[in-house]
């Protein structure tokens, strides 16, 4: 499977339009915790557990992965 960029503002149409989206926010603990960004939503998840945790996500839903 190739992941695919989408930017900020198609995001934030799809999100604006009720578009169903999970918005997985795999910052680092340190990164998360320096940042004033918070997306109202998202589920907080570590990278190393990504694969682990597949299951958890719908197939037929739109993914997106927020990093820094």
Same mark, same amino acid.
């Given at each position: 499977?190739?992941? $695919?960029? +989408? ?6 149409r799809? =999100?604006?339009s009720?578009?169903? *989206?999970? +918005? %997985?926010d +795999? /910052?680092?603990?340190?990164?998360? =915790?320096?940042?004033? &960004? &918070? +997306?109202?939503?998202s589920? /907080? =998840?570590? *990278?190393? $557990? %990504?694969?682990q945790r ?9 993914t &997106?992965?927020?990093?820094?």
């Open positions: 499977m190739e992941a $695919k960029r +989408i930017s900020v503002e198609e995001l934030k799809k =999100m604006d009720q578009e169903d *989206v999970t +918005i %997985l +795999i /910052r680092s603990k340190f990164d998360y =915790m320096k940042s004033d &960004v &918070v +997306i109202p939503g589920i /907080r =998840m570590h *990278v190393n $557990k %990504l694969l597949l299951d958890e996500l719908d197939p037929e839903v739109l &997106v992965a927020y990093c820094t």
